[in-house]
């Protein structure tokens, strides 16, 4: 199994028609996502060509002409649609997931980056009350191995598998992901670092416990913000399965706004020690590395496996 998208989810992609989102769609599909329209009001009617490569698991190597949709509610109602993926510029974010929640779609994966905090928390409230779960935004999106991709993940550095992972970090969800490529992975989840987020490391906690299929879940974090101390909290009371963590900015100076996610880390507050701590007082083991990470994965699931068989 794995979670929140899988083999049979019909992905719309607002933004399809633009630059990034063409480039993204080709490599989606390529991945076997089943996408089944772009969604663009001055380009509706129109049909966009795919030459889709061929994957290493031999996905892919067709040509496949997706409908452009004029708006989600239509792309629903002609195809079934259940996920719609974002490219659409910051300006436009905002109306666009409120688009997608109002139409009813079941997940909005907002991969734009810049949108203002103030839209966000207005789309997140709106969506959430319409029953959308949105991933994002500023966000790589996620990846089921070997079923269905929506977002920019690469699709060839890992495989199927039984790890579920959530990020807040896109660069470091890819280095997991290849880091651990020979186990493979249900479901790799980017959250995205942003201040506001639709789906946090807990709701992503949640599901892997519930699915049958994960069997370790590897939780990437950063400094700023305490989501990380509230998944601590959250595995300790609600977790059975094994987790394994990873925070980013060990040396990041304080009182300074840090890359992308405007974490800024004052006094002891959001520092990755103090992450760190949370989670190992969990029963979470912290990697200091991600190769360090990939192998204390290792060596759990060797642990849990030596006991299976005991």
Do not use: W
Not at 34 to 48: L, Q
Not at 139 to 164: E, F
Not at 258 to 268: F, N, Q, T
Request: glycine content about 14%; hydrophobic content about 40%.
């Amino acid at each position: 199994m794995a979670i929140y998208l899988i083999k049979g989810s019909k992905v719309l992609v607002q933004g399809m028609t633009g630059g990034e989102g063409m480039k993204h769609t080709r490599r989606m599909l390529a991945a076997g996502t089943d996408v089944v329209g772009g969604v663009n009001p001055r380009k509706a009617g129109r049909t966009v060509e795919f030459d889709v490569p061929q994957s290493p698991e031999g996905l892919g190597g067709t040509r496949r002409s997706v409908p452009v949709f004029g708006t989600v509610r239509e792309g629903m109602a002609a195809t079934g649609a259940d996920v719609t993926v974002v490219f659409v510029p910051p300006a436009f974010a905002k109306a666009a997931v409120l688009e997608a929640a109002d139409a009813g779609i079941a997940l909005a994966v907002v991969i734009t980056e810049g949108i203002p905090v103030h839209d966000t928390v207005v789309f997140q409230a709106y969506a959430a009350a319409r029953g959308t779960r949105v991933i994002g935004p500023n966000c790589p999106g996620l990846i089921s191995p070997g079923q269905s991709n929506a977002g920019i993940i690469p699709a060839d550095i890992t495989k199927p598998g039984r790890i579920g992972l959530v990020s807040k970090s896109g660069t470091l969800t890819y280095q997991l992901m290849y880091e651990l490529r020979d186990i493979g992975f249900s479901t790799c989840v980017g959250i995205g670092g942003d201040p506001v987020v639709g789906t946090s490391h807990i709701d992503c906690l949640a599901a892997f416990e519930d699915d049958p299929d994960t069997e370790l879940v590897v939780l990437i974090g950063e400094i700023g913000g305490d989501a990380e101390e509230r998944a601590a909290a959250y595995v300790r009371e609600h977790v059975t399965k094994p987790v394994v963590g990873y925070i980013a900015g060990f040396t990041a100076p304080e009182g300074r706004t840090m890359g992308h996610a405007g974490a800024i880390v004052s006094g002891s507050s959001g520092t990755a020690q103090a992450k760190k701590t949370a989670l190992e007082a969990a029963g979470v083991p912290v990697g200091g590395t991600p190769t360090e990470t990939a192998r204390l994965v290792l060596a759990r699931l060797e642990t849990e496996r030596d006991v299976t068989h005991s």
